[in-house]
């Protein structure tokens, strides 16, 4: 009877999951929606990383390059030396070498140590050994090789060059001068990847080269790239030109900034286009001019000079013939005395000193000649559209700050009118229809709405299972908990039954004890035959 009671007493409860994946997955459940959450995005984060871990051990180790841009004789060394080391190694496109990550440092050691001496340019340490019996034309031609490769080192320490070359021609000097041709160079480049050479980055390079030979000018320099890209020919000097062209630009620009920026503070931004052509004349002009001064003037010098003279003429007498013209009047003819004269000459001469000014003026080497603004500003139209008073004072803004000179024939031309892209947009037809889902803006916001709807979708389905399973784990609590208190309700006895139970114990606890005190040896038998009975063991 006791056993079919406790078995009836026993409460019904789930039977556990079965196995170690149903414990699990019973444990998940009763947790709280956060925690299962959390739980989740963990799980999902090593799935992920154990992917990728299994995706590269699969593909392999990542390779890096290790060398970049070699030529074959010097690819054909870096392998030996890679081989030697005992390094996995990849050849790929444009002479790059690649190893693995983990065997970066070390291919970089053993490149370094195994192409010392090969494949690299020749500088003046080829002088450091020097050979008995060396002739003179060796001694030549390897200062020429030192010169080139010294020349090929400093180019390559520019910032876009990766490698560089030169190639140098010197002639013999000749015994006259007009027998002597020019010397001249080539250089080619190899640029880093994604680097370009500005105009005057090439003429540093020519003139570098130009400073480091005797007799040779910038102008007999080529520079070529590895695309075999002319960046500089023989003769070419016409770089001048495009700085010209270059800081014209620059003097259009700033103008156009600042006729912006002084009428954007009265309309707005954004709603000023200015556009500035300038004719500049880049001619150097060299004025001379001399200035004399009549009214500042010093006697320098004065000389007088006077002369005077006196003569008195003879006149012919006597009879005519022969004898009277003889001298001494041979002859017997007589001569009468004429009359006599005096003349004086005086001569006076002053020397003055004039004040002279000369003046040397030398034009800068840019010059205005002419100049032409015009400007465009946002208006509205009808009663919106800026007044032509606004447009004037506009102008003559316009007029003072790019300072502009009329006599020159400077012109400026300011227009007040709407810009097209509020024009468009006020006049603009929505798409309706298949017309806006043809359009790629369209097609790529539906795009973005399904990829958020679907998270939304997954987001609302893993709240609704998780709130789901907690309100099944509540019910399902409080049936058991329900169930166990009907139980204990049913086997449990009344107050009455348990008030009569502890009465009858108590009375048999006092009829025991009085009569254990009375025959101790009958109870000291029965405490005795309680213990074998309690001990089955014993008993048997």
């Known amino acids: 009877m006791a056993d079919e009671e406790q078995t009836t007493t026993t409460p019904e409860t789930p039977a556990p999951p079965q196995g170690l994946g149903g414990q699990i997955r019973g444990t998940f459940d009763t947790l709280p929606a956060a925690q299962q959450a959390v739980i989740g995005l963990v799980a999902v984060a090593i799935l992920v990383g154990f992917g990728t871990l299994i995706f590269n051990q699969a593909v392999g180790e990542s390779m890096r390059a290790v060398a970049r841009g070699l030529l074959p004789e010097d690819q054909q060394v870096a392998v030996t030396a890679l081989e030697t080391e005992a390094i996995p190694y990849e050849l790929a496109e444009g002479g790059t070498i690649l190893v693995p990550s983990s065997k970066i440092h070390e291919a970089t050691i053993a490149l370094a140590v195994g192409s010392s001496g090969t494949g690299k340019l020749v500088g003046f340490e080829i002088f450091d050994q020097s050979e008995l ?305 043809l359009d790629p803006q369209m097609r790529t916001l539906v795009g973005l709405g399904a990829i958020a709807l679907t998270l939304l979708v997954l987001v609302v389905a893993f709240l609704r299972r998780s709130r789901r399973l907690a309100r099944q784990r509540r019910e399902s609590d409080e049936r058991e908990r329900a169930l166990f208190e009907a139980r204990l309700q049913e086997i449990a006895p009344s107050a009455n039954e348990l008030e009569a139970i502890h009465h009858e114990i108590d009375q048999l606890r006092e009829v025991a004890v009085s009569n254990s005190g009375e025959d101790i040896r009958r109870t000291a038998i029965v405490i005795r035959r309680w213990i074998r009975d309690l001990t089955p063991g014993e008993a048997a």
């Open 133 to 437: 019996g060396r002739s003179s034309f060796a001694e030549k031609v390897n200062y020429h090789r030192a010169l080139e490769g010294e020349m090929s080192r400093t180019i390559q320490h520019m910032k876009s060059v990766d490698r560089a070359r030169v190639h140098l021609v010197i002639p013999e000097r000749r015994l006259f001068e007009e027998d002597e041709a020019e010397p001249s160079a080539s250089v080619v480049v190899t640029l880093a990847p994604s680097a370009s050479l500005a105009r005057r980055q090439v003429e540093a390079i020519r003139t570098l080269v130009a400073s480091g030979v005797e007799r040779l000018s910038a102008q007999r320099v080529s520079v070529v790239d590895q695309s075999g890209t002319m960046l500089a020919a023989l003769e070419d000097g016409d770089w001048h030109a495009d700085e010209s062209l270059e800081h014209q630009s620059k003097f259009e620009r700033n103008l156009e900034r600042r006729v912006v920026r002084l009428l954007e503070t009265v309309v707005g931004v954004g709603k000023v286009r200015a556009q500035v052509a300038a004719d500049l004349d880049f001619s150097t002009v060299v004025e001379t001019q001399e200035k004399y001064d009549p009214e500042s003037q010093v006697i320098r010098s004065e000389r007088e000079k006077l002369e005077s003279s006196a003569s008195q003429d003879k006149v012919a007498a006597g009879v005519p013939g022969a004898g009277s013209n003889l001298p001494d009047n041979f002859g017997g003819a007589n001569q009468a005395a004429g009359g006599g004269s005096n003349a004086e000459r005086s001569d006076h001469i002053k020397n003055y000193e004039i004040d002279k000014s000369t003046l040397r003026r030398e034009t800068p080497h840019a010059r205005v000649d002419r100049l032409s603004v015009a400007v465009v500003v946002d208006s509205g139209l009808g009663a919106d559209a800026l007044a032509p008073a606004v447009v004037d004072q506009m102008k003559s803004l316009v007029t003072k700050a790019v300072g502009l000179n009329t006599t020159r024939g400077d012109e400026v031309e300011v227009v007040a009118m709407p810009f097209a892209n509020e024009a468009l947009a006020a006049n603009v037809v929505a798409p309706t229809g298949l017309d806006a889902l």
